[in-house]
Structures are given as structure tokens and as C-alpha cells.
């Protein structure tokens, strides 16, 4: 498993079409349109260079283990994205994070692998301390990852996702070094 930075490229881009399905995005929403897909796409791209954060694809071999690989060589599949932005909370700035894995490589480990990994490239930035996820509140993988990841699960909280679509999450927190 290795995180790579998003590049604004077809093979990224295919990663988030491939993910654009109604089984993949069931807690999400449902598929979006090519063209918002299009801008999530940039946005993504973009994070880094506005430092609002930072978005990876997820390598991994078919078959393979969730071990990191550190050799930048190998060539391997997109399986996923992790990543983390900016968002408004209870009257400051956090982090927020987000993460989906391809069913062909689910049910293996590679997103408790990449959200570590994730939280240690957070926390080498050293810019918000706290990193939260919010999963809705009937999702069993996503909110087990968050607890096999080290996330502390503060309580539930009711958001607009999609805009005019209520939704209920839980609003899971990990702090990215000591205080
Ligand atoms: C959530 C998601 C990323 C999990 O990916 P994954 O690589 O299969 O997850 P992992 O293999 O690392 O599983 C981690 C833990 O989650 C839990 N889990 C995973 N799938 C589960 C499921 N279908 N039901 C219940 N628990 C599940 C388990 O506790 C698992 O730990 P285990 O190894 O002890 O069983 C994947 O299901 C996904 O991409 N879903 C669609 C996109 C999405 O909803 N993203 C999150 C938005 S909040």
C-alpha cells in the first residue's frame, strides 16, 4: 500500500468515475454528474498548493497485503482515495477527512493502512491538530474505521449533505500530536 499525491490526470480521474457508482457512493449522496466529478477532480489536485489540505490516491497490488510498500517503483493499481481538507467546526478550523476504497480491494485492511498513513502526513504539516471524520451513523465499515484508526467518537451531529438533505453522522476526532 503507498499514498500517492492526486494528479490531475486521466488515471486519477478514472479512479473517481470507477468510484462513481450507487454502491460506492450509498452513504454519499448517490453518483454524481461527469461535470461535478470533473471539479471534485481539480479540487483535489489543487489541495496541496493552496495548503487547504491534501488528497491521495491509494496503491495497492491485487492481492496484495495492506503492508507499505516504500519502493516508488512498483507500479500499482489506483485502489482508493484518502485525504483531508479544511472545514469550519464549532468556531474553528479542523481537518476533515475522507476516504473510499474500490470493492475489489475491500474487506482487506487498505483503508485502516491508509488512514494511518494519512494521519501522519497530517500531522507532519503541523497546521490543525484536529482531524475529524463524519461518517453517517448507519455505516459500519466507515465508522469502523475510524475506530480501529484511533478516532475518539464525540457524539452524533446532523449536517445538509447533499444541500436540502438532511443527514445524521457521527463526529468522530483524532488529535494529530500531544498537546
Ligand atoms: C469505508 C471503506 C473505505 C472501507 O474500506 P475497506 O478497505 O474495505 O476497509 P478495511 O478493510 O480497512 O476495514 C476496516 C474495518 O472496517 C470494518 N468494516 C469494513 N467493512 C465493513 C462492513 N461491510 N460491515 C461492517 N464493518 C466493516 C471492520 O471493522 C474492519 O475491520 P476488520 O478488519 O476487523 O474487519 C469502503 O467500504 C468504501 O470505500 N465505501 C464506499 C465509500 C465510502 O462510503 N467512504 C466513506 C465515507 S464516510
Known amino acids: 500500500m503507498r499514498l500517492d499525491e492526486w494528479q490531475e490526470t486521466d488515471e486519477y480521474f478514472d479512479l473517481l468515475a470507477a468510484g462513481n457508482t450507487p454502491e460506492m457512493t450509498r452513504f454519499l449522496g448517490g453518483p454524481e454528474p461527469e461535470a461535478k466529478l470533473r471539479e471534485r477532480h481539480v479540487r ?103 475506530l480501529k484508526t484511533g478516532f475518539t467518537r464525540l457524539g452524533p451531529a446532523d449536517f445538509e449533505y447533499p444541500p436540502g438533505h438532511r443527514i445524521r453522522c457521527n463526529d468522530w476526532c483524532f488529535a494529530l500530536w500531544d498537546d
Open 44 to 146: 483535489y489536485a489543487g489541495l496541496a498548493g493552496a495548503g487547504a489540505g491534501r488528497m491521495f490516491g491509494i496503491r495497492a497490488g491485487v492481492g496484495d497485503t495492506a503492508a507499505i510498500v516504500d519502493s516508488v517503483d512498483d507500479v500499482l493499481p489506483l485502489a482508493g482515495s484518502v485525504g483531508y481538507w479544511e472545514r469550519e467546526w464549532l468556531g474553528g478550523t479542523v481537518w476533515e477527512a475522507g476516504w473510499a476504497v474500490l470493492p475489489a480491494f475491500q474487506g482487506r485492511g487498505l483503508a485502516v493502512a491508509a488512514v494511518m498513513e494519512m494521519q501522519e502526513r497530517a500531522a507532519a504539516e503541523r497546521r490543525h491538530r484536529m482531524l475529524h471524520a463524519y461518517p453517517k451513523v448507519d455505516h459500519p465499515a466507515s465508522n469502523g474505521v475510524c
